[in-house]
T-cell receptor
Framework: NAGVMQNPRHLVRRRGQEARLRCSPMKGHSHVYWYRQLPEEGLKFMVYLQKENIIDESGMPKERFSAEFPKEGPSILRIQQVVRGDSAAYFC???????????FGSGTRLTVV | GESVGLHLPTLSVQEGDNSIINCAYSNSASDYFIWYKQESGKGPQFIIDIRSNMDKRQGQRVTVLLNKTVKHLSLQIAATQPGDSAVYFCAENIEEDTGRRALTFGSGTRLQVQP
């Protein structure tokens, strides 16, 4: 049973480009959470999704950021028109029930140049 | 000893000693707490959890203590090993009318184990 799979592991984008980060939850998990981590800091909650629904996006910047978790396929975190301040590690976690039993992926390290 | 600098606070211990990592949380209504270990370049890894109806829980070489009165959580690691070197985060969440919220993470403590 594979864990939470995130890809790519590393992503380099030029300012103004779009970044797409993918997360495949563990088998049987229908709850997905995205977190952002800056160097030497803790993880900051961004968004919580269930299949086809955004449940809590209170941590998501209002502009340029969006997330989806379609009926089929991975969850996608999309950042449009990236800026240097978007450079961070983005972690996805999944759980079998809401708010419990999180398993984290290895993250995507986004670098904006 | 423990020091607080511009970035993560760091706890340095000798191999074989016991380590105590502390965490203060702000939401008195939080009812579920977890400690995570994060090694360089990896995602957080679950260590141990505790619910608010308990004040102590033990695992293999680890113990979590919860003091709800002062909103304080601690992680004790017995006989610390070099492989324990990592950043440790506490996390909390709360059950609301609409369901359990996503985890909120603390700022972390770096544990350095000296051989």
């Amino acid at each position: 049973n594979a864990g939470v799979m995130q890809n790519p592991r590393h992503l380099v984008r030029r300012r103004g480009q779009e970044a797409r980060l993918r997360c495949s939850p563990m088998k049987g998990h229908s709850h997905v959470y995205w977190y952002r981590q800056l160097p030497e800091e803790g993880l900051k909650f961004m968004v919580y999704l269930q299949k086809e629904n955004i449940i809590d996006e209170s941590g998501m910047p209002k502009e340029r950021f969006s997330a989806e978790f379609p009926k089929e396929g991975p969850s996608i975190l999309r950042i449009q028109q990236v800026v240097r301040g978007d450079s961070a590690a983005y972690f996805c976690a999944s759980s079998p029930t809401r708010g419990n039993g999180y398993t984290f992926g290895s993250g995507t390290r986004l670098t904006v140049v | 000893g423990e020091s607080v600098g511009l970035h993560l606070p760091t706890l340095s211990v000798q191999e074989g000693d016991n380590s105590i990592i502390n965490c203060a949380y702000s939401n008195s209504a939080s009812d579920y707490f977890i400690w995570y270990k994060q090694e360089s370049g990896k995602g957080p890894q679950f260590i141990i959890d505790i619910r608010s109806n308990m004040d102590k829980r033990q695992g293999q070489r680890v113990t979590v203590l919860l003091n709800k009165t002062v909103k304080h959580l601690s992680l004790q690691i017995a006989a610390t090993q070099p492989g324990d070197s990592a950043v440790y985060f506490c996390a909390e969440n709360i059950e609301e009318d609409t369901g359990r919220r996503a985890l909120t993470f603390g700022s972390g403590t770096r544990l350095q184990v000296q051989p």
